[in-house]
């Protein structure tokens, strides 16, 4: 079973679509930038070098950019975003009327020909791969045409302004070059960038979402504190009408029935949260019941958690009691959810404590990460698929969340393969796959000692 990592738990489709990220006035000034170079060269090619230039046609070119962007201003609002079909058409413009003014200024004896090169590698960053690949292509055919079709560059005199023939192919090479390798290379770093961004707003979600149970948590327990006394009180009355009403079964038959309401009450709200507006318990607990919360949901899937928690070199003998970071939780869950995924049977929660460090370890019984994964860790959007399992593909955002959120905590975090080798339906399960290592330094997580309830506020009237 090839180790995959896990699913994103977030759906992000409808708040990180990166379909619409160009605004129409950033492709707007860009063409503004371009006209007035284009006016430039023309002017100080025909004023200062005295070159014999088709002025109608060479400013009739440019003109269709100026067109093009009035149109622009007056039809769409500046602040618009623009589709992916949308900026595919506008760069295609432009490569057009850059390759058109090229065709008509000398073709690749222009020095500006690699200015070509613009279009294509704004796709590169901003569009999905095959309107980047259709962008590159037509650049590609465009370039090749204004080799071959051009009007020669010369002199008002007639002198002709040309280079070797062998240089004007090496031109067409390296531009050509230049539209893969610049396509493929922003193409790349964008993705990642895109996706990294992605992966950070599912983290910002997770943490959100975990300190939102955490408050949660907090607000039940203070109503579980402060209706015990009213609930009490009825109980009680309750009590004392039903003894003095035995006379009358009906009346009695109520006084019991309320009584029963307010014990029923009770045990809601003592199973809704522990008693006391401040426990302690809320923010901190030992750190085996930490680990067990962390795996709770995954324990009824079928596979074995065992848990070892002991004193290393130096520890004390006492269990340490931890902050219980909302980002902890939430991070052990992750990783105690990837091994019961990819685990045989069982999987292993271990930890100890120095005293110097906490270290914790998760290990399952599975094959492990694979040697073109394990270097990966941790980044998003790994995806691998499994050969036992094909129906489980992931996108390693999970992982990165875990990694982003325990990292926040202070831990190092290390990732490996059991020493033991894999084996499958083995009579005695084996420590033969992924294993997961968080360590931190003991100051970063160890909570200090309190009374078991925290603080006990005098009660005013």
């Known amino acids: 079973m090839t180790r995959a990592v896990d699913r994103p738990e977030f759906d992000m489709s409808a708040s990180l679509s990166h379909q619409e990220w160009v605004r129409l006035r950033t492709l707007i000034l860009l063409r503004w930038a371009a006209v007035v170079g284009q006016v430039a060269a023309l002017a100080a090619a025909y ?3 005295d070159i014999d230039l088709n002025l109608p046609m060479c400013l009739g070119t440019v003109g269709f950019a100026i067109a093009a962007n009035i149109a622009a201003i007056y039809l769409y609002p500046e602040s618009r975003r623009l589709s992916q079909a949308e900026v595919t058409a506008t760069l295609l413009f432009d490569t057009a009327q850059l390759a058109l003014l090229l065709s008509l200024t000398g073709g690749l004896n222009n020095p500006f020909a690699l200015l070509i090169l613009v279009p294509v590698t704004i796709a590169a960053t901003a569009l999905k791969l095959r309107p980047t690949l259709l962008l590159g292509g037509a650049t590609i055919a465009m370039i090749t045409f204004v080799a071959v079709f051009n009007e020669p560059l010369k002199t008002r005199d007639g002198v002709l302004i040309d280079v070797p023939h062998m240089i004007e192919f090496g031109s067409w090479v390296a531009i050509v070059i230049g539209v893969i390798f610049l396509g493929a290379y922003a193409h790349r770093i964008a993705q990642e960038i895109h996706s990294m961004s992605d992966a950070l707003f599912a983290t910002q ?6 300190q939102k149970l955490t408050d949660l948590g907090g607000v039940v327990a203070a109503a579980a504190h402060e209706l015990g006394t009213p609930l009490a009180t009825i109980k009680l009355v309750s009590t004392e009408l039903a003894e003095e009403l035995i006379d009358d079964p009906e009346l009695h038959d109520d006084a019991v029935l309320i009584r029963e309401q307010a014990e029923r009450c009770r045990d809601i709200l003592r199973s809704m949260g522990r008693a ?7 923010r901190t607990a030992p750190l085996l019941a930490v680990l067990r919360e962390a795996a709770e949901p995954h324990l009824d899937r079928g596979k074995m958690i065992y848990f070892d928690v002991v004193p290393g070199e130096g520890g004390s003998e006492r269990q340490p009691t931890i902050y219980r970071y909302p980002e902890l939780v939430h991070a052990l869950r992750n990783l105690i959810q990837n091994a019961v995924d990819f685990a045989q049977t069982t999987v ?3 930890a100890e404590w120095t005293d110097r460090s906490i270290i914790v370890r998760v290990t399952d019984d599975g094959r492990g990460y694979t040697p073109s994964v394990i270097n990966r860790i941790g980044d998003p959007f790994i995806s691998t698929r499994s050969a036992e399992r094909k129906e489980y593909e992931g996108m390693g955002l999970g992982l990165f969340i875990a990694k982003t959120l325990l990292e926040r905590t202070g831990a190092k975090l290390r990732f490996a393969n ?3 080798p894999y084996q499958k339906n083995a009579p005695v399960p084996r420590r033969s796959g992924a294993v997961v290592e968080l360590r931190w330094h003991i ?7 309190t009374g078991p309830l925290g603080e006990n506020l005098p009660i005013t009237a």
């Open 276 to 282: 006391g507006k401040d426990d302690v318990h809320l």
């Open 47 to 49: 004023i200062k070098y």
């Open 443 to 449: 100051g970063r997580l160890i909570a200090p000692e």
């Open 418 to 420: 059991g020493s033991e």
């Open 348 to 350: 292993w929660v271990d």
């Open 205 to 210: 979600m997770a943490l959100s979402r975990e």
